[in-house]
């Protein structure tokens, strides 16, 4: 979301050959204020990055990858047909980066290709993790600090045989997480590995957040039962608490992974429940129950002042609400089973196959 305007992607089913559209739609009245096309057929769009322009990566037969730029009123800018994967765009120092077999640097304003790197027989997709002061890479094996106005590299961090589940930025640290650890590098010189609890088998999952003093990582059993939410201590790399297993919601037709989000000194971990965490101390500060669960999605949205925060929730199939970081529930909303809930500043956006609406969760329902 752009101001009042709503950017999203759309799919054309209806005429001979399948292709995408992007769209803007004003959040005060759903109309559509502008669409693009694809010029060919493309059956892959990444969500859009918003800079000066708008700017999405695409893929498809017929030669339908490459990365689109658009001006914010929808007309193209420039289009680049090159091998690109299927995560969104990078956009910084006037340069938009993408990453395929080669990590591509292109100017904003022209499209002119502006350095690239081969990666050199990557076993795995890479990913652009982050763009600052350096273009960070992670290639599945390694990761990769490259310049970002020459291309050159500047540091790497392997991590032997260990795949690489994900990778965080931080301060200047790299949060790297395989199955069975996590490790923090400082441009490519490790400061501290940690093996997961292994008394559970525990494998690493994701890396949910990072504080000032800590870094949180949701891991799994092998067989993935018994998920955990674990603290490290960002100097040291020493567990500070484990939570208690979280177990994961078998229902007849699914099987659901808690969610789980860390905002200030709050972790969040939606199951059967929302419960919310002392992120310093692992103590559980409040739970609260919404539908008839599990919770399917789960968003905190920051109303201005640091640690003022307001938490969003799907429990179950059609109930939405909302939750101050005290666990007070100040809005709450029925929907008919959506296929995607986002929610954006005052605004709710809920998805199906057929079409887009938006609730005001400001309005007393």
Known sequence: MVGDTVLGRRDITERRSETREAIALSAETGSITWSYETERDVDHFTAVTVDDGIYLTRSGPQDGNGVVALNMDGTKRWIVNTAVGYERPRVANDTVYVADSRVYAFDVASGDLRWEYNLQGSRLSPTIVDV????????????????????TVRWEFETGDQVIGEVQLSDGISYVMTSDRIAASSDGAEQWRTEFDTTTAQTGESIV??????????????DGDAHQLQAFEVATGERSWTSE?????????????????????????????????????????????????PIKTLTVINNGAEADHTVFVQGGETQLATFTPD???????????PDRVSAIGEYVFVGTDNEICSLNRLEKS
């Open 132 to 151: 600052t002061d350096t273009v960070v890479v992670e290639t599945g094996y390694t990761v990769l600090g490259l310049d970002p106005t020459a291309g």
């Open 209 to 222: 957040g990072t504080t000032s003093d800590r870094v949180f990582v949701f891991t799994s059993g092998d």
């Open 245 to 293: 297993p979280i177990q994961p919601i078998v229902q007849p037709d699914f099987e659901w992974t808690p969610r789980t989000t860390v905002y200030g000194d709050i972790a969040y971990l939606g199951g059967e429940t929302l419960r919310a965490i002392d992120a310093t101390t692992g103590d559980e500060l409040w739970q609260a129950s919404v539908g008839d669960g």
């Open 327 to 337: 666990g007070e529930q100040t809005w709450s909303h029925s929907v008919n089973a």
